[in-house]
């Protein structure tokens, strides 16, 4: 009896072992293929934005290849951090930093882009006699440049703070948990400094956009201006804000794990954790592709050529 009893317990246990595994499996299949499929979608971008010289000598298209680069690199990190979650794979606070801080870069490379995007757009709408002189090719390598560099400055910063830790005192490099952010942000002064970062940017980026649709709106009401011009600014300025929006979200991801792993189970944190990375990570980051391959007249043709495996429909 004791025997029947012990078995029916190890095969209820091995069912839901089983079980578990099996909707991880399917639960990271589900999440996970949506960050392939516009991996390859932002590739093909990519690829169409260096195929032709129009889009290698003006600015506009210049930004969105530096936009999506770091999308993709983005979503390429992220879409590993996630596997290893996924797998359960634990490894040392040297890799794990790596990875983090170059998603920590990659990431924070898309809102300032977008911001930088929203001033070409204003610049082209409110002053189009003067564009071509302010927003050259030459202008726009020199902001890529300083997005970069302000990026960067912030990643410096992140592993000043890591450097405080004393890892000499502990008996292995190896971690404990899953790698992520929150993992490698040790101390107080990690958390202060990412909040006050984060505001930072959230409040600078979200007024620069701001400013610039309601200044494209004002002139959209002007005589002087080009009506069709202006209003397709503003759309196109619109839909910027959203994607910003968005973006910013990411950076305040990690700040509302902490604050809902108090309250809720670990296994609907590691869902919700999920459900984020889909909507605040995966999703902004395939709002260019799907913005500007679709109404960039310019773009479209040659994008579809390439999706379309170079049929010859689409030449």
Not at 86 to 95: D, E, H, K, S
Not at 145 to 171: G, H, K, Q, T, Y
Not at 179 to 199: F, H, Q
Request: hydrophobic share 50%; aromatic share 10%.
């Amino acid at each position: 009896m004791l025997n029947a009893n012990l078995s029916q317990t190890l095969n209820v246990s091995t069912e839901q072992t089983y079980a578990g595994l099996l909707g991880r499996i399917l639960f990271t299949t589900l999440t996970g293929m949506p960050c392939c499929l516009f991996l390859l979608i932002n590739g093909i971008m990519l690829f169409t934005l260096r195929s032709k010289a129009v889009f290698r000598e003006t600015s506009r298209y210049i930004l969105l290849y530096n936009l999506l680069f770091a999308d993709a690199f983005m979503l390429a990190l992220s879409q590993l951090l996630y596997i290893m979650a996924a797998c359960r794979l634990i490894t040392t606070y040297p890799v794990c930093g790596v990875i983090t801080l170059l998603t920590i870069l990659t990431n924070e490379i898309s809102p300032l882009t977008l911001v930088v995007m929203c001033l070409e757009r204003y610049v082209a709408v409110c002053y189009p006699l003067r564009h071509a002189t302010i927003i050259t090719v030459r202008n726009t390598a020199g902001a890529i440049v300083v997005v970069w560099a302000f990026s960067s400055l912030n990643v410096l910063i992140r592993v000043l703070l890591l450097l405080d830790f004393p890892f000499e005192d502990l008996d292995s490099l190896q971690m404990t948990e899953i790698c992520s952010l929150i993992a490698v942000s040790i101390g107080p002064m990690s958390d202060i400094y990412d909040k006050a970062y984060t505001g930072f940017v959230f409040v600078s980026a979200g007024v620069t956009v701001t400013c610039s649709y309601i200044g494209v709106m004002v002139a959209a009401t002007s005589a002087s201006t080009d009506r069709a011009s202006a209003r397709k600014g503003r759309n196109t300025l619109l839909l910027h804000l959203v994607q910003l929006g968005l973006s910013l979200l990411s950076t305040m991801h990690s700040s509302m794990i902490v604050s809902l792993s108090t309250t809720l189970p670990t296994s609907q944190i590691i869902r919700i954790r999920s459900i984020f990375y889909v909507f605040i990570y995966v999703l902004p980051r395939c709002l260019s592709s799907l913005i500007y391959g679709l109404r960039d007249q310019t773009i479209r043709p040659v994008l579809m050529y390439y999706l379309c495996c170079r049929l010859p429909k689409f030449q």
